[in-house]
């Protein structure tokens, strides 16, 4: 199992301006991944971290709004950089961890925040 | 890319009775189907998941099936109590190595009322 702790848990932002988002994981793992959760919605990758090099974009995601810092294989931040209302979503980090043949992905608790 | 669809988007039983929960995805390379129970205010949690090598797995009251031909797969709830109360997420990943079982495609979700 994986233990995955994120920062701030949860924030009240105003519009145009930055938060980042931390990811820390008590163990190393090769990649982790970034998910947006809108009110109501389900869970939309944003991004996958990689260690060494730069993030991965998925569909309608570009790094210019969302920045994605990798400096080790524990840790990961997520920066949503000029924040409007429609930005107001949860936040999730998540991890896959192998063990043996099972494999899981495991998810922090979310970053709920709200731009007023 | 992936498409996963999920239906119902509510289910309301009685407890005691079963519950089933069905999704479709678009992409034949998927191989990796997990299943999350997302409580409200909450991370989601893995419950069951099925690899493209198996059709169907069982993990107490909680089953899942897989029928690649029709590319799709289904969560049967049996014995329903109040705390199976939840939003369930169908996902799909595809791709070799452990790695690509982060990417995930979810489904819309699926409100689950368990009357007691």
């Known amino acids: 199992s994986a233990v995955i702790s994120q920062k701030p848990s949860r924030d009240i932002c105003q519009r145009g301006t930055s938060l980042t988002i931390q990811c820390q994981v008590d163990s190393q793992v090769t990649m982790m991944f970034w998910y947006r959760q809108q009110p109501g919605q389900s869970l939309t990758l944003i991004a996958t971290a990689n260690q060494g090099s730069e993030a991965t974009y998925e569909s309608g995601f570009v790094i210019d709004k969302f920045p994605i810092s990798r400096p080790n294989l524990t840790f990961s931040t997520l920066t949503v950089s000029n924040m409007s209302p429609e930005d107001s979503s949860i936040y999730l980090c998540?991890?896959?961890?192998?063990?043996?043949?099972?494999?899981?992905?495991?998810f922090g608790q979310g970053t709920r925040l709200t731009v007023v | 890319g992936e498409n996963v669809e999920q239906h119902p988007s509510t289910l309301s039983v009685q407890e005691g009775d079963s519950a089933v929960i069905k999704c479709t995805y678009s992409?034949?390379?998927?191989?990796?189907f997990p299943w999350y129970k997302q409580e409200l205010g909450k991370r989601p949690q893995l419950i069951i998941d099925i690899r493209s090598n198996v059709g169907e797995k069982k993990d107490q009251r909680i089953a899942v099936t897989l029928n690649k031909t029709a590319k799709h797969f289904s969560l049967h709830i049996t014995e329903t109590q109040p705390e199976d109360s939840a939003v369930y997420f169908c996902a799909a990943s595809g791709g070799a190595g452990g790695t690509s079982y982060g990417k995930l495609t979810f489904g819309q979700g699926t409100i689950l009322t368990v009357h007691p």
């Open positions: 998540s991890v896959v961890v192998q063990g043996g043949s099972d494999t899981e992905a495991f």
């Open positions: 992409d034949s390379a998927s191989n990796y």
